[in-house]
């Protein structure tokens, strides 16, 4: 599969293959979403054990990559369907910039969009891509994260106080 290559401010500067791209650390589009129930706990997945990086760490509903020419809002709607089996609008809540190693010689460096929406129906995970989920009350994530933060993804780790300052200020939860 190939992903969609940016620079900084997010325009696209090319294509590649995606573990090239994981392999050389280039800058690339992604999307993560964050799913929240009528509660406002946010649901959080336990990535399959066979994923090429961080499986078996909890993170976020979903993660994953625009295709060339795919809308980034309308890619991560597809994925959250395929990797969880959830349909639901979602919104944009804000973007960044990370980068992270791993063990295995592979780095995340990514422009990364991030959604938000409310979900409260059936979980239907696909278990190449999901080995466990639950929702989680804010504050219980939070401090599981300063005890366990081994358990989680990286980019879940950066992105999570980003979506928590976003829900304080635009949000009701």
């Known amino acids: 599969m190939d992903v969609i290559l940016v620079n900084e401010q997010d325009q696209p500067v090319g294509t590649m293959e995606k573990m090239e791209v994981h392999q050389k650390a280039l800058l690339h ?21 066979s994923k090429y990086h961080s499986g078996g760490l909890w993170t976020n509903a979903c993660c994953s990559h625009p ?15 395929e ?10 809540a804000f973007d960044f910039i990370y980068k992270a190693s791993f063990d295995n010689g592979l780095t995340e460096h990514e422009f990364d969009h991030v959604f938000t929406g409310t979900y409260h129906g059936s979980i239907d995970p ?12 804010i504050p219980e994530i939070r ?15 950066i992105a999570f106080p980003r979506m928590e300052l976003y829900l304080q ?3 009701s939860r």
């Not at 589009?29 to 054990?49: I, T």
């Open 143 to 157: 401090q599981a994260i300063r005890e366990y933060p081994y358990e989680y993804t990286e980019w879940f780790k």
């Open 67 to 81: 295709r060339p020419g795919e809308d980034t809002r309308s890619a991560a709607e597809k994925r959250l369907q």
């Open 126 to 137: 696909n278990p190449e891509e999901v080995s466990a989920y639950c929702y989680k009350p």
């Open 83 to 92: 990797e969880m089996g959830i349909v639901t609008p979602l919104t944009k």
């Open 169 to 171: 200020t635009h949000s």
């Open 29 to 49: 589009r992604a999307f993560s979403v964050f799913l929240f129930n009528d509660r406002g706990e946010m649901l959080l997945h336990k990535r399959a054990d």
